[in-house]
């Protein structure tokens, strides 16, 4: 079983995230690019090797991310159009998640087994998430999957802020 705590970096010109295990020893680094079309991710080790990379489709009607491990993309993260609460498909993985997304309070699963649990820490200063992944083997995978979800959600609110949905005014 792997235990990691993944905090967003606040006071940042672009995305950074630390990720640490349960001991708080640091195990990874993610960190956005500055001047790019669409949001990329760089998931790093501690020797600085790159694990993972998260890239956005750009021209694309639903919010996609690509998800590559070792240069192949292994994952799909796409938000489905719903009324009522959003939805993620994973495709490449069959996975499916369940629970209060953009809350940051979900599981994701692969048939009948977890392959990771995402909890939101609060009061804490910038989003922090603690993961549960029961089998370790899964460590850079779902958290890169995390990641791209987080950065969905992180463009739907700042898209509703700029539309003026994120405040009133009289």
């Known amino acids: 079983m792997s235990q990691l705590y993944i905090r967003q970096k606040v006071f940042s010109w672009k ?3 630390s990720v640490k295990d349960a001991d708080g020893i640091d195990r990874y680094t993610a960190e956005g690019e500055l ?3 669409g949001k990329k991710l760089h998931v790093n080790n501690m020797a600085g090797e790159e694990v993972a990379y998260i890239q956005q489709k750009v021209w694309s009607f639903k919010p996609r991310f690509f998800v590559f491990i070792s240069g192949i993309q292994t994952a799909e993260v796409v938000r489905e159009i719903t009324l009522l609460r959003p939805k993620y498909t994973i495709h490449g993985l069959d996975w499916d998640c369940r629970g209060d997304i953009t809350g940051h309070d979900y599981e994701i699963w692969h048939g ?5 649990r995402i909890h939101k ?4 200063w910038g989003d922090s998430y603690e993961l549960d992944i029961p089998d370790s ?3 850079i995978l779902a958290l890169s999957v995390v990641l ?3 950065a969905v959600i992180s463009q739907a609110r700042a898209a509703s802020a700029s539309s003026g949905g994120g405040s009133s005014s009289s």
């Open 15 to 17: 995305d950074r995230f």
């Open 35 to 37: 001047w790019s079309l």
């Open 112 to 116: 009948g087994d977890m392959i990771v």
């Open 121 to 124: 820490v609060w009061f804490t």
């Open 137 to 139: 083997r899964n460590e």
């Open 148 to 150: 791209a979800i987080d």
